[in-house]
């Protein structure tokens, strides 16, 4: 690692009391806390407590553990360098709550296990909506006033749940010991408030906790951390309250923004961005009112903050005009991505379609497309765990969480690395989406799925359904490929990513094109005072070198004022790549690619 600037080295140096930073974007955050816990573990010694880093994604997690093991091979043997445990919020919820404890709490006579909302027995575990009935992996809970909220969310609209229908629902499914990742956060609050000697011991245990993201902490999460703030646990928090983006979850910032106003706790503030060329840093202190410093000098290669309209039926053209500047720019493509407001946008743009077939045929069926066109191939296995797991005589409860969630769950290695190979191997195990879904693919589908699962029932001892045949019928599968050869032929010419703002939160990208509709791209003009705002701020501070937001075109002539006074370029469709390889030739109107640096 690079050497800290005096701003990260006053975080790592602070004393060992709560810390309250406030740290923009780009700012090396992670770099920081993990020096922080370093020193914080060399600072305790061989004290017993253990040091807790806490984020809210699995690449978070994996890149501190990593970052962290290179550096604390510097630590002396008698700093107790093992005593550090490095998570997700949730994965130190459940490890230390929820699966030793919560089962005594949820009145389950068997030890709590997670279900993803793919299992057969949740059928039975649903609550009525305005619309049509929801699986109970769709209610939602949060703290609003201190007081319990229930609630689900469809199509970005929140629909209030009864309390009385959520503690009866919640509290059957509770039985059965099973146990949604909302309601894991539940039983976790319940069991720490009813039982305090559990309350205790887990205090004593992380006297000192680090949470990264900290914007992303909510109603419940916050609940949580304050339960053992109380019982005497040291609260670090580090974070970026201007990309608070899951209001719905009560994560709006201000734990965050306000915890420094606490007794003993000091403040810190991260304000050089070490990710975007000055251009973007410039749009982004714009938006967000703040004075931050771009570390970064301009690159030689054309970059900057543009702007362009399009029409609906031009989704395509956008995409690959895009995808011509970025190479003009010199970014990489799988360094980059497409990004939207919404799930819907993105599934438009991705041009994803339903899948082919019905129930078990339908999720191997995404499966396979997922791999071939998206290249996604975390996801495919996924949907092909799931589908294995349906396919088995009673298998053990949770199991399709076991298998997916690696990090909790050792014992189930090699059954997870079988249904890898399988998801990987388009040759001899999940077809290719190439073939005919009827009548070349369902074939070959179902001897190597009958193949697999006899491999498995050897090794494993996990017998298989009957009725294989019936379980994975070819209805509702069409005389066609699965996926085009031109879809197919596309994805392999780009990696070029399509996803929502939520999904590349902490990430940092070569080029972002940001897809908005009228309201998404004039909240972001409006700065960061709305979610939805915040949601554009995110995707914009993505970007390192090369950032594009494209407007509708029937909103663009109200729209271009501001825009342009925020200190984006225009640049139309068919111009883009033109404009970008020449540094010199651009009409007035739309300014040059290395203007403002």
């Given amino acids: 690692m690079s050497a800290l600037t005096p701003e990260q080295q006053a975080v790592v140096d602070a004393p060992m009391a709560p810390l309250c930073v406030i740290a923009c974007a780009g700012s090396g955050k992670t770099k920081t806390a993990v020096h922080r816990l370093v020193q914080m573990r060399r600072n305790l010694g061989d004290a017993r407590g253990r040091v807790a880093l806490l984020s809210f994604s699995n690449v978070a997690v994996d890149t501190f553990r990593k970052a962290y093991n290179d550096l604390a091979i510097n630590l002396p043997s008698c700093a107790g360098r093992s005593r550090v445990d490095i998570d997700t919020l949730d994965g130190f919820i459940t490890t230390n709550i929820i699966r030793p404890h919560g089962h005594r709490t949820m009145m389950s006579t068997r030890p709590a296990f997670l279900v993803t909302g793919n299992e057969a027995f949740l059928e039975g575990f649903k ?95 916050q609940a949580i951390l304050e339960l053992l703030i109380s019982a005497g ?32 706790v000091l403040q810190h503030a991260l304000q050089r961005n070490f990710r975007s060329a000055p251009s973007i840093v410039d749009l982004a202190n714009g938006l967000c009112g703040r004075g931050d410093v771009a570390a970064r000098p301009a690159p030689s290669t054309p970059h900057g903050a543009f702007f362009t309209g399009y029409k609906r039926d031009q989704h395509d053209q956008l995409i690959t005009s895009f995808h011509d500047a970025m190479s003009a720019a010199g970014a990489d493509a799988k360094r980059s991505s497409v990004l939207c407001r919404g799930k819907g946008l993105a ?180 700065g960061v005072q709305t979610e939805v705002g915040r949601i554009g701020y995110v995707a914009a501070t993505r970007a390192r070198d090369l950032l594009w937001v494209a407007v509708p075109h029937n ?42 640096g």
Avoid at 149 to 178: K, P, W
Avoid at 236 to 252: E, M, R
């Fill in 127 to 221: 609550f009525s909506t305005s619309l049509f009935p929801r699986p109970i992996t769709s209610l939602q809970m949060a703290f609003v006033s201190g007081k319990e909220v229930f609630f689900h969310v469809y199509n970005d609209q929140i629909e209030r749940v009864s309390t009385s229908t959520a503690h009866d629902l919640i509290a059957r499914l509770a039985r059965t010991g099973a146990y949604t990742h909302d309601l894991g956060r539940y039983w976790a609050y319940r069991a720490l408030t009813e039982r305090p000697e559990l309350l205790a011991a887990v205090a004593r245990r992380y006297p000192h906790i680090i949470v990264d993201e900290a914007q992303d902490i909510g109603s419940v999460h």
């Fill in 347 to 526: 599934k438009t743009l991705r041009g994803d379609g339903a899948p082919a077939g019905q129930g078990l045929v339908k999720t191997l069926a995404a499966a396979a497309i997922l791999r071939d066109r998206r290249k996604d191939f975390l996801k495919a296995f996924q949907h092909v765990a799931v589908a294995v797991v349906a396919l088995l005589d009673s298998p053990p409860d949770g199991l399709v969480s076991q298998v997916t969630q690696h990090s909790g769950y050792p014992q189930h290695r090699e059954l997870r690395k079988e249904i890898w190979a399988f998801t990987r191997d388009s040759i001899s195990g999940l077809p290719s989406s190439s073939l005919v879904a009827n009548g070349q693919w369902h074939p070959s589908l179902l001897a190597r799925i009958k193949l697999l699962l006899v491999r498995i029932e050897a090794k494993f001892g996990l017998k298989p359904a009957d009725n294989i045949g019936r379980k994975l019928a070819k209805t509702a599968l069409p005389n066609v490929p699965l996926a085009s050869v031109e879809d197919l032929a596309d994805s392999d010419a780009t990696a070029l990513r399509i996803d929502t703002v939520h999904k590349v939160k902490g990430e940092s990208l070569d080029a972002v094109l940001y897809v908005t509709l009228k309201e998404h791209a004039q909240a972001l003009l409006d």
């Fill in 555 to 596: 909103s663009l002539k109200e729209l271009r004022p501001a825009l342009v006074a925020r200190g984006l370029k225009e640049v139309s469709i068919a111009a883009a790549p033109v404009i970008l390889a020449s540094k010199v030739k651009v009409s007035p109107a739309m300014g040059s690619a290395n203007e403002n």
């Fill in 233 to 264: 646990s040291c609260v670090t928090l580090i974070g970026d309250p201007n990309q608070g983006i899951y209001d719905f979850a009560g994560a709006d910032g201000k734990f965050l923004t306000e915890y420094n106003q606490r007794a003993g």
